[in-house]
């Protein structure tokens, strides 16, 4: 009953191609989004070690161990005490009577006394009565006796207990996301599961009868869809769960079945395509009747991304993005993504920014706000320029692909002269950025 009455309405309400975008400016966009839908994190949950890597800790980790847990020695040597080895040098070695050994992962049996020392490996525990190691490459060992070359002072060539981390300690921060590194920082604490933000299940799908899946035979006239998986992973980096439910027919029945799976199975739910001015673009439409308070943006005044469309469905977020993958994506980072994190339990950082000079005079389209994808290079005389990327055709992947970042054109400002400095708002941090603009990108 539920689609004979949708399509009913429909074969009424497209008469004609019935359009209802309103456009709205990117920040009533974003105004509107929150007075709709307020972003919470979904829930949290232990997580065993090996599966909280890029997961966002709910509280701050506390070392309930010293590390190290005992004094150790940091080189191969001979623990000794320091006094003993005083006045050692080249020519006139101190001679010390050796009684004993210790290794790593072995309580030290032996003790220390005036005018001994004891050899010992890297990692080991240090005996009683030792306060500082002789690095091998500085004795000369002849059976019992070894020749120290060269003194040492107290507490050299050791780590002290709790001198890495000290118990009660705050290793990792609440809203921190766990990284290789802190995962083996917990490990060293002993840890085996950490409470962990959930993620949010974010179902993904793309519209259109031109789109074929990767893998299979690409008929004539068609092509690849990209967006899904794009978009899946842009998921990931930002600590959702994508669910990919695949590619929809432009088809209103096949839309509504669709969508209301996805509502079903996640938190939110992105679609691409099916949102411009042709046709068969119906997803706006059927968006509006799934449920309240139903379609709550229909195109924004942005180039590009204009035909981001915007709904709620019963405490329901969904996205309807631009078939285009440079708007898709683009309005992902812009719009979807400070909503995912918040989801995740990530906090928000200010994005990464820096300056740069126009290669060539930047224009903005009329009445709206552009973003100009843009290369970074240094020319000969060392300063950094901002080089837009050419646009090609709208559905081109690789605009987006090639930016290092963008440059962003307000609806009142008229353009930017080449030789003027604009803000770069760069896509991703890279190690060793710079190095790599300066040594690989002169012009």
């Keep these: ?24 400016s990117l920040n009533e966009a974003e105004r509107i989004l929150r007075q709709n839908f307020s972003p919470q994190p979904v829930g949290v949950e232990m997580a065993p070690l090996s599966e909280a890597c890029n997961r966002v800790l709910v509280k701050d980790a506390l070392s309930p161990i010293n590390v190290p847990s005992f004094d150790k ?23 010390l009577k050796l009684c004993g050994r210790v290794t790593t992962g072995v309580p030290p049996r032996v003790v220390v006394e005036n005018g001994t020392l004891v050899e010992i490996v890297t990692g080991a525990p240090l005996p009683k009565g030792a306060d500082a190691v002789v690095m091998l490459e500085y004795a000369i060992r002849k059976q019992n006796r070894v020749f120290v070359h060269r003194p040492v002072s107290k507490g050299e060539n050791i780590m002290k207990a709790g001198s890495d981390i000290k118990k009660g ?11 290789s590194r802190g995962i083996g ?38 092509v690849y869809d990209i967006n899904a998986h794009a978009l899946s992973a842009a998921v990931l980096e930002c600590g959702g769960e994508p669910i990919n439910l695949g590619i929809v027919q432009d088809d209103v029945h096949q839309l509504e079945v669709a969508l209301k799976k996805a509502l079903d199975l996640a938190d939110v739910v992105i679609t691409s395509g099916g ?39 019963d405490e329901r977020l969904v996205f309807s993005l631009p078939g285009h993958p440079t708007s898709s994506l683009l309005m992902f980072l812009l719009i979807v993504r400070p909503i995912l994190c918040q989801m995740s339990g990530v906090q928000r950082s200010a994005p990464l920014t820096l300056k740069a000079a126009a290669a060539t ?24 320029l901002a ?11 690789t605009t987006l692909a090639n930016a290092d970042g963008f440059v962003e054109i307000g609806e ?14 760069l896509f991703e941090s890279r190690d060793g950025f710079w190095k790599g603009v300066a040594e690989t990108r002169v012009y």
Excluded at 289 to 300: C, E, F, T, Y
């Design 1 to 24: 009953m539920r689609m004979k009455s949708l399509s009913c309405i429909f074969s009424i309400e497209l008469v004609g191609h019935k359009m209802f975008r309103k456009l709205v």
């Design 361 to 384: 005079k930047m224009f903005p389209a009329r009445g709206r706000r552009t973003f100009v994808m843009v290369t970074l290079a240094c020319n000969k005389s060392g300063r950094l």
């Design 275 to 313: 949102v411009s001015a042709g046709p068969k673009d119906f997803l706006p439409q059927v968006l509006d009747m799934l449920g309240k308070p139903g379609l709550i943006v229909h195109g924004i005044a942005v180039k590009p991304g204009k035909p981001t469309t915007i709904a709620v469905v």
């Design 73 to 95: 020695s940091t080189v191969d040597g001979y623990a000794a005490k320091a006094t003993d080895t005083f006045g050692a040098d080249e020519d006139q070695p101190i001679v």
């Design 412 to 425: 009142d400002k008229q353009f930017f002269n080449a030789g003027e400095e604009v803000t770069v708002y």
């Design 387 to 397: 080089s837009p990327v050419p646009l090609g055709l709208s559905g081109a992947i």
């Design 169 to 179: 300690e705050i290793v990792q921060r609440a809203g921190r996301v766990l990284s």
């Design 185 to 222: 920082v917990l490990a060293a604490l002993g840890l085996a599961q950490v409470e962990v933000y959930k993620r949010p299940k974010v179902a993904v799908l793309s519209t259109g009868g031109e789109i074929v899946e990767p893998g299979n035979t690409l008929p004539p006239m068609r």
